[in-house]
């Protein structure tokens, strides 16, 4: 599966990653060879087996809406890289 | 203090022998003085390792010691630590010091085990060779022209090296059993859900396990008889019975039945690694136990499935290093996604950033049924192998790696060809079934591991089996001879 610059951008922009134009050659070859690799996958007759999200295919646990934390919203503000007033700060979003 | 086991060490203070103080003190200047040698430590943490070799001092005066108090180890640098620096070995976490603390720190903590710090990876323990560290590649004690092999390197070099007897590791596609056989250690990757991941960096979580790395198999057990507990806070830990894992390491191995599968001895296997790895074998035939040749056939399959699965859940799990709430934020962004986009670029290396790309491509619209649900089938048909084999056999081996460490900078260049190192070692963490690396032979001066593989919560049978062949072999006992 050959990737080109443009498919390389758009799942750039999805994952929320900048990529240089110098870097954008480097990565459609390096992900196009990951996606050679992987496509052995498509020639494997797969009809009628499961798919397994869980090894152990059981489900996860749920547990009762109870409060099981405290609260601690000074120590995570501590180590946010821009906080104030009780709240994350980030870049001005409405003009 | 080069060389010495859990067992020892725990016994020496029970003894009085040496105090949790002295023996701290001295991993401490140890590291000081050879890790650059290594570069398997990303953190030290002094203070906190002295306060807690002190209170360990203490517990064992009053005669309330565990079987781990006062023992120094480190922890992989992806298990969260209350007020110690945890990096994932990436820029994005460089400065990240987490507010709480990771279940099995804790239970370590619990136990009276003394952390020294915490050691060098692959960023995100994605890599096979500790080459993908934002602090460095680490070197293997072995022949530092070689790689420790990864993710958990550092851990790997850590104990290899003498600097602390055990160390943490996790294990998504042979993190733990790939550096412990570069290393020559015993190093074991738990049934998925035996040991928690609350606090554990994430990075493909339906894999992801964590698991002890040590000299021998006895020394695993005692770790993980702390390790290995249900966890409330983690929704996939199992509600299963703990054993202690010490208690049946002597079992006798007589009618133990041995599965060899054909796969792990095909084309790609390094010939001297192959007789190596069946010369480890022939040992326990002398134990009564017995080899049968069995096939796993889709074996070939765990690569492309993994490189799917695995990348995809990575995707979403570092969706999070957003640059808001913690983590790295670049400089003077424009805007929210500008902020986003340079953070995660300026934060992330080259394999985590292809890794999030391949994951973000495969789960992307109009992709999904084709990679991630077909790998997903996929990933069910390698575990039915495995399901099929153990109504055969009660124990599966062959080697860990298709080759011994290869040297650093080999095999950076071309990803493909470091996800080809895998091909024994993921089809495990796909099945969700534990497995270990005990220490096998050497090839050229460079350490060889066995691959013992067992039936879903059999960890104690592996511990046993490989404590067996410890008994009649001195392999786990080598140093490097730069030591």
């Not at chain 1, 110098?22 to 690799?37: C, G, K, P, R, T």
């Not at chain 2, 104990?159 to 056989?181: E, N």
């Not at chain 2, 074996?299 to 790295?328: F, H, K, M, T």
């Amino acid at each position: 599966m050959a990737l080109d610059n443009a498919d390389i951008l758009k799942i750039a922009k999805l994952a929320r990653l900048q990529v240089n134009a110098d870097q954008v050659d480097d990565y459609a070859n390096s992900i196009s060879s990951i996606l050679d690799l992987v496509d052995a996958m498509q020639k494997v007759n797969t009809e009628g087996v499961e798919p397994l999200a869980n090894p152990l295919d059981t489900h996860q646990r749920l547990r009762t809406d109870a409060v099981t934390a405290d609260n601690k919203r000074d120590a995570f503000l501590a180590i946010a890289p821009k906080s104030e007033a009780g709240l994350f700060l980030v870049p001005k979003v409405i003009e | 203090m080069s060389y010495t086991t859990i067992t020892q060490l725990s016994q020496g203070l029970k003894d009085g022998t040496f105090s949790s103080r002295e023996l701290t003190q001295d991993a401490i200047a140890d590291i000081k003085s050879r890790d650059h040698l290594y570069n398997s430590f990303i953190t030290i943490s002094e203070d906190l390792a002295l306060a807690q070799a002190d209170a360990a001092d203490q517990r064992i005066a009053a005669g309330q010691a565990a079987p781990m108090t006062g023992v120094p180890i480190a922890h992989k640098d992806l298990f969260c630590t209350q007020d110690v620096r945890t990096t994932a070995a990436s820029k994005i976490l460089e400065n990240f010091i987490p507010p709480y603390e990771s279940t099995v720190s804790q239970l370590f903590l619990n136990a009276g085990a003394v952390t020294v710090g915490k050691t060098n990876l692959d960023e995100f323990a994605m890599g096979s060779s500790n080459e993908n560290s934002y602090f460095g590649s680490v070197k293997n004690p072995w022949d530092t022209k070689a790689v420790p092999g990864g993710s958990s390197g550092g851990s790997a070099a850590a104990v290899a090296a003498g600097m602390v007897a055990g160390a943490t590791g996790t294990d998504t596609g042979g993190s733990i059993r790939q550096p412990a056989a570069f290393c020559n250690l015993t190093g074991i990757k738990p049934t998925y859900g035996r040991v928690s991941r609350f606090g554990i960096v994430a990075y493909a979580s339906s894999l992801d396990q964590a698991g002890p790395m040590t000299h021998t198999a006895a020394d695993a057990a005692m770790m993980m008889n702390v390790m290995a507990q249900f966890d409330p806070q983690d929704s996939t830990s199992m509600q299963v019975d703990t054993p202690d894992y010490t208690a049946s390491l002597n079992d006798s191995l007589a009618g133990l039945k041995i599965g060899l599968p054909k796969e792990f001895f095909e084309a790609g296997l390094d010939p001297q690694v192959a007789a190596a790895t069946l010369a480890a074998i022939k040992q326990y035939e002398a134990m009564g136990a017995q080899i049968i040749d069995i096939s796993l056939p889709n074996l070939q399959l765990c690569i492309p499935a993994y490189y799917v699965i695995a990348p995809s859940e990575a995707s979403s799990n570092l969706s999070r290093y957003d640059g808001v709430r913690y983590g790295y934020r670049c400089d003077e962004p424009k805007d929210l996604m500008d902020m986003y986009c340079r953070s995660r670029a300026e934060g992330f290396g080259e394999e985590v950033k292809r890794r999030i790309m391949v994951g973000t491509y495969a789960l992307s619209e109009g992709f999904y049924d084709a990679y991630y649900l077909k790998a997903q089938r996929i990933r069910r048909m390698i575990k039915n192998d495995f399901v099929k084999a153990f109504t055969q056999v009660d124990v599966i081996m062959g080697p860990v790696t298709p080759s011994p460490a290869f040297d650093l900078g080999s095999k950076t260049s071309d990803p493909v060809a470091m996800y080809l190192e895998d091909i024994y070692t993921l089809s495990i963490n796909m099945a969700g079934i534990p497995a270990l690396s005990t220490p096998a032979g050497f090839v050229n001066g460079r350490p060889v591991g066995l691959h013992i593989m067992g039936n879903y919560f059999s960890e104690a049978k592996l511990l046993n089996v490989a404590h067996q062949l410890q008994q009649v072999t001195d392999w786990h006992l080598q140093q490097p001879q730069s030591l």
